[in-house]
């Protein structure tokens, strides 16, 4: 489908409509990601058949449908986007700026440790002191310092302890490999998908995926278990003489000889990682101890992994069958077929979780279980942290970039 060329006038210049732009001037309006997703959907739909049309014509349209759902506010920010308040831009030690964002800011609080109402009264209290304090820029040292004091004196040394830990693992540059195992259905691809966004990394794997490319390279014939599901790849297996192993034996050597082929993929994709030093979420069904310490051994990053795990079958089979409704494609009714050996499995993982110290995260509740992979993050960091507040943010006579103000 060809797309809508959106012209202006007065530039001379020629693009095409894209959602997401038209998606990021609304939030900057004031609307949230989903009503501003919402809204640039419906543009899109009406403007599918004009192969062009004018920027006036499109604000216009998009006017229109903010009058209709209501949104006096941010209308009138979306007509007038000079009026809106100047954006404090935030300065770091490289020199770079960039605009000061509540949104990432608070977040960050959160990744911390910060309950969320915390950090949202924070975030509005530095808003104001940055708009109070006047000047076009804040440089990074003075505004972690600022943060560091404010949550001491607020929420405690733990607090702000945590936020130092947190800052000081930014600066390191150092990447975050983190990995999320777990059988089928527990959650672990929204939790890491949740975690991806948290902690602003960009780059994800699925090792189901890996597997998914590696059954095309390897013909069923030369590794039957490959192209089994993990909780029935002990069917593959080759019988061997003698007693046969108890269910619980033969679940666990299909999936280890499943999970060991996959290794070899996954194995790549973190040695990738490190090379380019970039922060990593693998996540899994094939995620285990061995995998996690071959993978890393003797690597410069910070390494967090853990098993997410559902502990109440009827809450399980419950999410198969939610799963079936809203994508019918996952084949739930299998799911829920295979339901013993998908318990047996996860039994499994978490017993060898248990053994070599992984942490394991009970999903009952996505954020809490968002907020305790983050919470091991901040642990891993603080077990290994010796420093002090000026190391990390300098003394405020060291800020060259207020020097340079002052000057």
């Known amino acids: ?11 001379g210049t020629r693009a095409p409509f894209l959602r997401g732009i038209l998606t990021r001037s609304l939030q900057e309006a004031g609307l949230g990601f989903d009503a501003a997703y919402a809204l640039a959907s419906r543009v899109r739909q009406e403007l599918a058949s004009l192969p062009e049309v004018s920027t006036t014509d499109l604000r216009e349209r998009v006017a229109r449908h903010l009058r209709q759902g209501g949104e006096a506010h941010a209308l009138q920010r979306y007509q007038s986007p000079a009026a809106m308040a100047p954006q404090m831009l935030v300065r770091g030690t490289t020199g770079l700026a960039v605009p000061f964002s509540r949104s990432r800011y608070r977040r960050g609080l959160e990744n911390c440790g910060v309950a969320p109402d915390q950090a949202a009264s924070m975030t509005r209290r530095v808003a104001q002191y940055l708009v109070q304090r006047g000047g076009p820029e804040v440089s990074a040292s003075t505004l972690g310092r600022m943060t560091y004091n404010w949550l001491r004196q607020d929420l405690g040394q733990e607090a702000a302890r945590r936020y130092l830990v947190w800052v000081d693992h930014l600066h ?3 990447p975050l490999l983190l990995f999320v195992g777990g059988t089928a259905g527990v959650g672990k691809s929204t939790i890491a998908t949740e975690l991806a966004t948290r902690l602003e990394i960009v780059r994800t794997q699925s090792t189901d995926m890996l597997r998914e490319v590696m059954r095309v390279m390897l013909p069923q014939r030369l590794l039957p278990t490959l192209h089994a599901s993990s909780f029935e790849a002990w ?6 003489p003698g007693p046969t192993p108890d269910r619980e034996t033969l679940l666990a050597e299909g999936y280890r000889s499943q999970a060991d082929a996959v290794a070899l993929s996954c194995e790549a994709v973190v040695r990738r990682a490190l090379k380019e030093r970039v922060s990593l979420i693998l996540e899994g069904v094939h995620v285990y101890p061995e995998l996690v310490d071959r993978a890393t051994s003797g690597a410069d990053a910070l390494v967090v992994s853990a098993v997410v795990a559902v502990l109440k079958p009827e809450e399980l089979r419950a999410r198969f069958r939610g799963r079936g409704g809203r994508v019918p494609q996952r084949r739930s009714e299998r799911y829920l077929a295979s339901f013993e050996a998908i ?6 993982l978490l017993s060898e979780a248990d053994r070599h110290g992984m942490t394991i995260v009970v999903n009952d509740d996505k954020d809490r279980a968002v907020r305790e992979v983050l919470n091991r993050v901040i642990e891993t960091l603080a077990a290994e942290f010796k420093g002090t507040p000026r190391q990390v943010f300098g003394h405020p006579q060291d800020d060259r970039w207020a020097k340079r103000r002052a000057g």
């Open 1 to 11: 489908m060809a797309k809508t060329v959106i012209v202006d006038a007065e530039e």
């Open 172 to 174: 390191s540059g150092r």
């Open 235 to 240: 069917r593959a297996l080759p019988l061997a």
């Open 343 to 348: 318990w047996g499995l996860q039994d499994y």
